[in-house]
């Protein structure tokens, strides 16, 4: 069982930059796959980011692309999502999710990750 524990959400205003941060414990945290995601009031999930295992390869919704960064520190058991340029529609409750390595895998499925964490929150003001 993994637990996800997510951090460094808040009011910011646009134009801003802001780091997540995503904890795991309780697996080995190199055997997953990691993603983000976010949830925005009366909207579906949706993906952001996401991370293989090793940290090599990383995949980005359009919708920040060029403006986020997602990495991983497997020493330290964290995944991060760095966003620079924020906009009033990045607001969300922003969730990690862990993905057990397979193959193939689809890094912007949710229904990929098995485990996930309770969320933190952006929010950006115009």
């Known amino acids: 069982q993994v637990q996800l524990v997510e951090s460094g959400g808040g009011l910011v205003q646009a134009g801003d930059s802001l780091r997540l941060s995503c904890a795991a414990s309780?697996?080995?945290?190199?055997?997953?796959?990691m993603g983000w995601f976010r949830q925005a009031p009366g909207k579906e999930r949706e993906f952001v980011a996401a991370?293989?295992?090793?940290?090599?390869?990383?995949y980005y919704a359009n919708s920040v692309k060029g403006r986020s960064t997602i990495s991983r520190v497997n020493a330290m058991n964290t995944v991060y999502l760095q966003l620079h340029s924020l906009k009033p529609d990045d607001t969300a409750a922003y969730y990690c999710?862990?993905?057990?390595?397979?193959?193939?895998?689809?890094?912007?499925?949710?229904?990929?990750?098995?485990?996930w964490g309770q969320g933190t929150q952006v929010t950006v003001s115009s």
């Open positions: 309780g697996g080995t945290f190199s055997m997953y796959n």
């Open positions: 991370i293989n295992w090793s940290g090599i390869n990383t």
């Open positions: 999710g862990a993905s057990l390595i397979k193959t193939p895998w689809a890094p912007a499925g949710a229904y990929e990750y098995r485990y």
